[in-house]
Nanobody
Framework: QVQLAESGGGLVQPGGSLRLSCTTSGIFFRIYAMGWYRQAPGKARELVATISNSRSTNYADSVKGRFTISRDNTKKTVFLEMNSLKPEDTAVYYC????????WGQGTQVTVTS
């Protein structure tokens, strides 16, 4: 059974930081491209960042220079380090695993507010 479990979300003030984690099971993690997406209320789900199985990365323009995606193949986990958070970063953040099949986590809420 494939599971993607996100953690690390929460409430933070503008300018603050959070680190999201997504721990996986049931997939051969090292061959999967991993990604983080987010969905704000009333908006479509959007790409935040991806990291390939060769560790090349891609970021949405809105988070470049503030967010960093990384992966630990030994722990089968992908991370999203989020700094200089803004209220517009408020959303549910979803982990994504993509290879011949695509899997999603259940999401973790990030709320940025003063």
């Amino acid at each position: 059974q494939v599971q993607l479990a996100e953690s690390g979300g929460g409430l933070v003030q503008p300018g603050g930081s959070l680190r999201l984690s997504c721990t996986t099971s049931g997939i051969f993690f090292r061959i999967y491209a991993m990604g983080w997406y987010r969905q704000a209320p009333g908006k479509a789900r959007e790409l935040v960042a991806t990291i390939s199985n060769s560790r090349s990365t891609n970021y949405a323009d809105s988070v470049k220079g503030r967010f960093t995606i990384s992966r630990d193949n030994t722990k089968k986990t992908v991370f999203l380090e989020m700094n200089s958070l803004k209220p517009e970063d408020t959303a549910v953040y979803y982990c994504n695993a993509n290879s011949t099949r695509t899997y999603w986590g259940q999401g973790t809420q990030v709320t940025v507010t003063s």
